[in-house]
């Protein structure tokens, strides 16, 4: 009987294991802020700096934004956030290792809701 128990235990443990650690990221993986920093030189507009961040413990690359009506006062630069198609990429597609970000600045008078659209789980 004893026997028995500690396999069914071990067979739970196993089980739990491999869960935890095959788990797929997706996009609520991915977190979003962006704090008001400063004024513009304009001094019309705020200058919001976004930091998009992996909490997944797997690498992410080709990360979507969804940001509807999204626009800045100051460049962005495209390697870090541009538009494809109807949703924003980051970080030019590359990988963003677990605990990792990666921050951009725009300019507006107020801030834009952005939130992950999709990504691609390395792990």
């Known amino acids: 009987m004893e026997t028995q128990t500690l ?3 071990l067979s739970l443990l196993l089980l739990l294991f491999a869960q935890g650690n095959g788990q797929k990221c997706d996009k609520s993986s991915i977190q979003i802020q962006q704090p008001y920093i400063g004024k513009s030189s304009n001094g019309l507009d705020r200058i919001f700096e976004v930091e998009v961040k992996n ?3 797997c690498s992410v690359k080709s990360i979507f934004i969804n940001s509807l009506g999204f626009a800045s006062s100051m460049q962005v630069d495209p390697k870090l956030f541009r538009q494809e198609g109807s949703g924003y990429l980051v970080n030019d597609g590359q990988q963003i ?3 990792s ?3 951009f600045r725009y300019a507006w008078d107020h ?3 952005m939130t992950a659209a999709s990504i691609q789980s390395q792990g």
């Open 7 to 9: 396999k069914l235990l």
């Open 55 to 57: 909490l997944c413990k």
């Open 97 to 99: 290792t677990s605990q």
């Open 101 to 103: 970000y990666v921050k």
């Open 111 to 113: 801030p834009f809701k």
